[in-house]
């Protein structure tokens, strides 16, 4: 029978106040956005600010609830979110395989960095008529700018992660006969996990911001169609409830990064 581990009372008394702290901060975080909510719904119930343009809590509330009775609710945000999900795992997929590629091989590295600054600085939505004729007016066209915006940023910061791996112990391990190969899945993987972890974080939003810029260019569905339909037709409270069924939906997309975060913490102790 393994012996329990003894800690000191210093250390216990740590963890307490640790605990307490993080307690503290997600009340604190409720009772904000609760305050935000309540002073949202007085001002515009007593009409000082005006719920025409601003909506109301409340009537996010009616226009959620009208849009799941009438089935609208689930229909426009499983596309909105596949396209999402689809988008994403794609241009993280691609932006690692590059990224290994170009530290693997610092002559491709050079070669290529100037482009891939080029690309990144280019204004993607500037290219949408060009989508459009690639890949049609569909879901093709929003995944692809989704990944056009996503895999760039992946690329160049997983490509600075491998490459800002410690050198002295890449010349430690090579010296003790490890090829490229072992190197990598040795030593840069494990060490560049916390950089490639943020870089998903990062990716959560982006592929959100090119899903909804994809429907606002060709989508006769989805969160970005009700947005632009709602905007369209001046029904401010169509547009809000859109906007907070975006922000619910990549709330849980982050905690799934997060999960997969302390997941991987735990198996590379």
Known sequence: MKNKIKFSKAHYDY???YRIKKIVVVITQISLLIALLLAWEFLTKYEIISSFFFSSPSKIVKTLKDLWNSGELIYHSTITLNETLIGFAIATGIGFLVAFILWYS?????????YIVVLNSLPKIALGPIIIIWFGAGSKAIIFMCILIVVIVTILNILNAFTNCDKQLIALAQSLGANKIQIFFKL????????????????VGLSWIGA?????????????????YGGQV???NLVMTATVVLCVLASFMYFAVALFEKLMNKHFK
Do not use: H, Q
């Open 212 to 228: 909804i810029m994809g429907e606002y260019l060709v989508s006769r569905a989805g969160l970005g169609y009700l947005l632009i």
């Open 188 to 203: 840069i993987l494990p060490s560049s996990l916390k950089d490639i972890v943020s870089t998903l974080k990062v990716n």
């Open 106 to 114: 610092s002559f491709l590295r050079n070669v290529a960095e100037p």
């Open 15 to 17: 963890l307490k106040k």
């Open 234 to 236: 001046f029904n401010l």
